[in-house]
């Protein structure tokens, strides 16, 4: 029987005055790193129309660097949310909890959001969120511009659980590396994909993943050495990593625990030959 899974999510709070300054935060033309000891309370943000409701912004577009996707750090106190969070009727999202319990009304109908609740949410839907419960909840909201395809209809909302989902172990690797997958990859309709990559102690990325796909990393669990560009970094639970395209990466997973963590790519489109070029929706 294998235990339940377990997932790093930030609480804030402030530093003493006499703890070092020194970290392993970095921003260089090929990524970023923002360790879980940057998500202090200094550095929230807020939203219009969410109540009692706080977030870490971990990544947004930025020009000549990742343009594809943003992603918060959700922290919805007892009686929060909001009854409006969306106002990009273009974008869509995904939502995974990581601490607590939501409600998610989604077309209409009720969901109960636990530990490794997901939920995609298609673009211009029509959903609400909010905190029921006794005790804060947390949890992560990846947004992405929907790049319409004519002829191929935009995806449908779900909602389900990671543990209701089988992780598929990549080729020759016994198991040592394997992907839970929330969307078949071979669906055209989605154009972003966001899943949880499992590593045992001592697995591997083998090669340098150099590749066209924009990466935002969430580690959830386990720590492990992270090759990023030329450079490589320890990271563990609690920290993000921000990959524009074509950065090198590659990983040796440490131990003694798993080492996972939440994975954004953008995937199925053309590449755009205009930079500034952004679309319409269209359904």
């Not at 343009?67 to 909001?82: D, K, L, R």
């Not at 409600?103 to 490794?116: D, I, K, N, Q, W």
């Not at 004519?150 to 779900?158: D, V």
């Amino acid at each position: 029987m294998s235990k339940t899974p377990y997932y790093y999510a930030p609480h804030g709070g402030h530093p003493a005055q006499t703890e070092l300054l020194t970290d392993r935060a970095m921003f260089t033309e090929a990524y970023a790193v923002i360790p879980k000891g940057v998500m202090r309370d200094i550095v929230t943000s807020y939203l219009p129309f969410w109540e009692n409701t706080r977030l870490w912004v971990l990544a947004r577009p930025l020009s000549g660097f990742a343009e594809t996707f943003s992603q918060y750090i959700v922290e919805v106190a007892p009686g929060g949310g909001s009854s409006q969070p969306e106002q990009d009727p273009l974008a869509e999202a995904v939502l995974f909890v990581v601490e607590g319990q939501l409600s998610l009304t989604l077309a209409g109908t009720e969901h109960t959001l636990t530990p490794g609740g997901y939920a995609f949410i298609a673009p211009a839907s029509n959903w609400a969120i909010n905190n029921k419960s006794d005790n804060a909840a947390r949890f992560h909201w990846i947004r992405k511009r929907y790049q319409a395809v004519e002829g191929i209809p935009a995806p449908a909302s779900f909602v389900t659980n990671e543990q209701q989902v089988a992780p598929v172990a990549m080729p020759d690797t016994e198991g040592r590396w394997a992907t839970t997958r929330f969307v078949n990859p071979t669906d055209m309709s989605h154009d972003m994909h966001v899943n949880i990559v499992t590593f045992l102690p001592g697995g591997v990325i083998p090669f340098a993943e150099t590749h066209v796909m924009e990466h935002g990393l969430y580690v959830l669990e386990g720590k492990a050495v992270y090759r990023l560009n030329q450079d490589w970094v320890e990271v563990e639970a609690g920290d993000f990593m921000w990959l524009r395209a074509f950065c090198p990466q590659a990983c040796y997973a440490g131990g003694p625990d798993k080492f996972r963590y939440l994975l954004y790519k953008d995937v199925n489109r053309h590449m755009n030959l205009t930079l500034a070029r952004r679309g319409k929706c269209q359904r």
